[in-house]
T-cell receptor
């Protein structure tokens, strides 16, 4: 079965600093991968999805970007963090129609 | 109107009670539906799929009503460990767009 790793687990960053969150998956090949953000007390917001290496689609305009340099690696980045970027960032993969989530990265921007 | 809507709750119910959640969806092209469970500060985990014919898994029963565009989750004999937020999910579109509701919070009280 598939395993999703996310790194780091928690992160505290100052406003204006860069960001790089990593997601790696095991036990599957050519997965559809997703980045979600869950702000405090709010639902899951889809940020990006990828159907393959180098293929990224963005769901909402924002100061974040995503890249997929390898089949099983999905990276979320920002050049300059905003306060509103704080939240719980979840990487997910889709198998058939079901989504499975990684353990998440909790980001606090101060 | 949100694509997937849920009553945020909280639903406070005594142990042993039966509780039901509804979730409405606006996209009639939605093809698949799921219920996820999310514990506090954890990633969502798949609880069960939802089929038009209805499906049951132990104390949990899920139903889909395509005519009225809603799905439901029934929990019988509630346990303290059922306390969590329950997210409904609709899947549609060519790339299998996944839309999460904001979740319904359940608190089972001793």
């Amino acid at each position: 079965s598939q395993t999703i790793h996310q790194w780091p687990a928690t992160l505290v960053q100052p406003v204006g600093s860069p960001l790089s969150l990593e997601c790696t998956v095991e036990g599957t090949s050519n997965p559809n991968l997703y980045w979600y953000r869950q702000a405090a007390g709010r639902g899951l917001q889809l940020l990006f999805y990828s159907v393959g290496i180098g293929q990224i689609s963005s769901e909402v305009p924002q100061n974040l970007s995503a890249s997929r340099p390898q089949d099983r690696q999905f990276i979320l980045s920002s050049k300059k963090l905003l306060l509103s970027d704080s939240g719980f960032y979840l990487c997910a993969l889709k198998e058939r129609s079901e989504q499975f989530f990684g353990p998440g990265t909790r980001l606090t921007v101060l | 109107r949100k694509e997937v809507e849920q009553d945020p709750g909280p639903f406070n119910v005594p142990e042993g009670a039966t509780v039901a959640f509804n979730c409405t969806y606006s996209n009639s092209a939605s093809q698949s539906f799921f219920w996820y469970r999310q514990d506090c500060r954890k990633e969502p985990k798949l609880l069960m799929s939802v089929y038009s014919s209805g499906n049951e898994d132990g104390r949990f029963t899920a139903q889909l009503n395509r005519a009225s565009q809603y799905i439901s989750l029934l929990i019988r004999d509630s346990k303290l460990s059922d306390s969590a937020t329950y997210l409904c999910v609709g899947v549609s579109g060519g790339y299998q767009k996944v839309t999460f509701g904001t979740g319904t919070k359940l608190q089972v009280i001793p």
